[in-house]
């Protein structure tokens, strides 16, 4: 217990002076809702927060899978061709580099006002640092490896296999980190423009309709996960990094 | 008698370099022939192109005139067929495989069954038993380099072909490692080209020791070594071992050469 409040002194600190501010000032809940109040709200109405969070998760988290596999494909292509290479790569940064916001309507005139649409936005946003860092990856290999794999007569297949790819692991990793709370973001705003249902969804809708307690539980619950993806990729990045160099 | 004989015929290799149209001469007119089951050592100073020689064997570099020729074929071609061993001084573990699939990994890349007896025998070989499953992070220098030569003969090679394998190791291991690989080649006598600067691990491990000079490289001596195999490393104290290898010392610096000028 004594621990608990050593590591988390901090927000416990805020969140005791956001309740006493809105006490002092007695705001209306619309205006500014209390600690206590956003608590209370997640804590009677749960049906709807699971609900939501794990619909944002789902589009995350298949967005993301995409989007590392979208990447990763690419990544082998300019590996295996540099003329591919001089085709894949300035795409890629072009792609990267429109705003998504202004995608999203292109892209849900395509695929529909649907969930397909916000797993796609996950998927553009996500693949680029896959692409990145596995590009890299593909050619950072151990010293000494290609001459031994030339020397040994491995096809190209083989190197790919057995040698670029299990090199770039580590990268993969790096990439899987930084785009697990991009992806997260991304599922939300693709929701909270167009979307049905989801976390982002329910911030929009609750923010138009005054009801400012729940939106705020909202944001909670969205901090609460992106840190939780956060932190579980780091985890797994220096589990994977320790076995793979 | 295994292994095939190599034949190197009038090599001359040129890199290129800003500037200079010629390109740097790395080796110049150089005739070998390695016969079968034959230990040879290049020995040399440091830039004086042994280690390109090597990688010209290996198929890794093409020379610039001359040709080179293992058992009739074209190096690469070798290379092709996975009938090349070699062990280079960056010991080229692969970090995320454990002891004995790197020392299988030759039979994945020539796509051929992993021969667990074969990999397990080299295991026991070069004295890595209990380590089968230790990656290479976890294992000392030395430890690495036998990593490195057993998967350097794992596929029987028909050529082997050794870079400064215990360049990185300190003068004890050295040692230690010299007459392991000794004992080791005695019992299966391939066809073998080692590059070393030291003089002691090419006295005791080869059969014929070439001199190479400074760049651009030229052999320069060639010295037969009377021992009998298998070795007994207490041939290195003998005074044949010891006279040898002021004799190629006086040939690697042939400015002190002075006081041995009639040898």
């Known amino acids: 217990m004594a621990r608990f409040f050593v590591l988390n002194w901090g927000i416990l600190l805020i969140l005791v002076a956001w309740e006493g ?11 500014m809702p209390s600690p206590q109040g956003v608590f209370m709200d997640m804590i009677s109405n749960p049906g709807i927060y699971v609900e939501n969070t794990s619909v944002t998760l789902f589009v995350a988290a298949v967005g993301l899978a995409g989007g590392l596999a979208v ?9 295996s061709s540099p003329l591919l290479s001089g085709i894949v790569s300035p795409t890629a940064v072009l792609f990267s580099s429109v705003p998504v916001v202004s995608l999203i309507p292109i892209i849900a005139r ?15 946003i996500t693949f680029f640092p896959s692409f990145v860092f596995t590009t890299a990856g593909l050619r950072d290999l151990p010293h000494g490896s290609q001459d031994l794999f030339s020397v040994l007569g491995a096809s190209r297949r083989a190197t790919l296999r057995r040698l670029a790819l299990p090199a770039a692991v580590p990268n993969m990793a790096i990439a899987l980190r930084l785009a697990a709370a991009h992806a997260i973001l991304a599922a939300m ?37 992106s840190v939780a993806a956060f932190l579980a990729t780091s985890l797994l990045e220096r589990r994977i990094r320790a076995r793979f160099t | 008698m295994t292994g095939a004989a190599i034949s190197i015929e009038h090599v001359t290799k040129r890199f290129p370099l800003k500037g200079q149209s010629a390109g ?33 064997v ?21 290379a092709a067929r996975h009938a090349l061993g070699v062990a280079f001084q960056d010991h080229a573990l692969l970090p995320w495989l454990n002891v004995h699939d790197n020392i299988a990994l030759p039979f994945s890349l020539a796509n051929k069954p992993v021969d667990r007896e ?14 089968e499953t230790a990656r290479p992070g976890q294992l000392s220098g030395g430890m690495r380099q036998r990593v490195s030569i057993a998967r350097s003969l794992v596929l029987s090679p028909e050529v082997l072909l050794l870079d400064e394998p215990f360049g990185a190791l300190d003068a004890v291991t050295r040692r230690q490692m010299n007459i392991e690989l000794q004992r080791i080649w005695s019992r299966q006598r391939i066809t073998t080209v080692l590059v070393t600067h030291s003089v002691d691990e090419a006295l005791f491990l080869a059969d014929r020791v070439l001199v190479l000079s400074a760049r651009p490289g030229r052999i320069i001596r060639e010295v037969a070594t009377p021992f009998d195999r298998p ?13 040898l290898v002021d004799d190629l010392t006086d040939a690697l610096h042939p400015t002190d050469a002075t006081a041995h000028a009639g040898r």
């Open chain 2, 231 to 243: 070795r007994d490393p207490a041939v290195m104290r003998s005074a044949t071992f010891h006279d």
């Open chain 1, 189 to 225: 705003i693709a929701e909270f423009l167009m979307g049905t249902t989801g976390l982002g969804y329910l911030f929009a809708v609750t923010k138009q309709e005054f009801l400012t307690e729940r939106a705020f539980g909202t944001s909670v619950v969205a901090t609460a996960i």
């Open chain 1, 71 to 79: 990447g990763t494909g690419l990544a082998i292509l300019t590996w």
């Open chain 2, 24 to 56: 740097v001469m790395a080796l110049e007119d150089i005739s070998i022939a390695v016969e079968q089951s034959e230990f040879v050592a290049l020995l040399g100073p440091s830039g004086c192109g042994k280690s390109t020689l090597l990688r010209l």
């Open chain 2, 58 to 78: 290996a198929s890794l570099e093409r020379p610039t005139e001359g040709t080179v020729s293992i058992g009739g074929e074209a190096p690469g071609s070798l």
């Open chain 1, 110 to 124: 395509i695929l529909g006002y649907n969930m397909a649409t916000e797993i796609a936005i996950v998927v553009i």
């Open chain 1, 21 to 31: 501010w809105v006490a002092a000032n007695d705001f209306n809940p619309i205006v």
């Open chain 2, 118 to 131: 074969a990999v397990g025998g080299l295991i026991d070989l070069v004295g890595l038993n209990g380590f």
